[in-house]
């Protein structure tokens, strides 16, 4: 005779004793299962593309869910004297609705200043990935005091871990590899943005410091890419971040010499312009004409390189980071275990 629980398939020796055993394990999981479920797709949403601030709501239902199925499971007996599968179940309960209450509650605040260094974001990544690890201990411990439970209660479970904790673990896994990868895209994406302000600014000793700050960065990204363990074979964001480190590389080592000889050229040019203008009309002298002449010619050849370059490097580093974002959401969309 067998009896289905909610994550269980199990087996009993004697009926009245057995069906009172699986009755007390099943008024237990009916609670954890429910959070457990509840968790991943919360989790899941903030991982895949969701921002936690909207699915802040959710987290406040959240968090009364936990309460109520927190107060149920210590309002609950032991069985046989034993109490270790209650409190268990208490436990990860407790655990859950401190995750929800502190971890994800600063997870909101962090997120609005991630994206400001690089620094931030791996402290947001790391924090995301410690709220996960602690609901993902906390199942086990769970899933470690049932199979106690069913082997004093002589019940043989057929299948200890549920769907749910495989798809938890299959997805941390995934995330883990998405995270390392990310970073070491990030660092670079971002500091191509301090090159970028520079040249906007032009400024060119911030140029030239940021310049080589972005060489560095990609040579360091790339060296990571090469430690990063692959997932299931798929090379598919490691490739969409080499593309773009690649393009970072030669911007820095070989597309600034372009920027960096406009606003040389700029310069000078005001020198000479301001020079001339200074000259009464019937000063000038052909030579000084000629030199300002010059001038313009140089300086429109060279507002027209420096505007060639920038649109082919921004048509260039659109289509990377459009590849790379689409690479990011295939890997998870292909690796992420689908429903509950």
């Not at 301001?274 to 009309?281: I, L, R, S, V």
Request: proline share 0%; aromatic share 10%; no cysteine.
């Amino acid at each position: 005779m067998k009896k289905q629980l909610a994550i269980l398939i199990i087996f009993f020796s004697s009926l009245s004793y057995g069906q009172s055993a699986v009755e007390y394990m099943e008024s237990l999981t009916r609670g954890y299962q429910q959070m457990q479920n509840d968790m991943w797709d919360y989790t899941k949403s903030v991982s895949h593309g969701k921002s936690a601030r909207t699915v802040e709501k959710r987290r406040m239902e959240l968090i009364a869910t936990a309460k109520t199925n927190l107060r149920i499971a210590e309002n609950s007996k032991g069985f046989n004297g034993s109490t270790a599968y209650r409190d268990s179940v208490v436990k990860y309960l407790t655990i859950v609705n401190l995750v929800l209450n502190e971890d994800y509650a600063k997870l909101v605040d962090m997120e609005d200043v991630a994206e400001q260094s690089y620094d931030q974001m791996e402290a947001y990544i790391l924090a995301k990935q410690l709220a996960n690890q602690k609901q993902e201990d906390a199942s086990k411990m769970v899933n470690s005091e049932q199979a106690k439970f069913a082997k004093d209660n002589n019940i043989n479970l057929i299948e200890s871990n549920s769907a749910l904790d495989k798809k938890m673990e299959i997805a941390n896994e995934v995330y883990d590899h998405y995270n390392k990868v990310y970073l070491a895209f990030f660092k670079s994406y971002k500091q191509e943005l301090y090159l970028m302000d520079a040249i906007k600014r032009q400024d060119v000793n911030a140029i030239e410091q940021n310049k080589q700050a972005l060489i560095s960065t990609v040579e360091e990204g790339e060296k990571k890419l090469t430690d990063i363990e692959l997932f299931e074979n798929d090379r598919t964001m490691i490739q969409a971040t080499q593309n773009l480190l690649a393009f970072y590389k030669d911007e820095a080592k070989t597309k600034m010499d372009v920027v960096l000889n406009y606003f040389l050229k700029s310069e000078n040019f005001q020198k000479i312009k301001t020079a001339f203008d200074q000259m009464k009309e019937k000063d000038r002298t052909q030579k000084d004409v000629n030199t300002f002449n010059d001038a313009v010619n140089e300086m429109n050849n060279a507002v027209n390189t420096y505007n060639s370059q920038n649109s082919q490097l921004d048509s260039k580093r659109s289509s990377l980071i459009e590849a790379w974002n689409k690479a990011a959401e295939n890997f998870t969309d292909k690796h992420i275990p689908k429903g509950k």
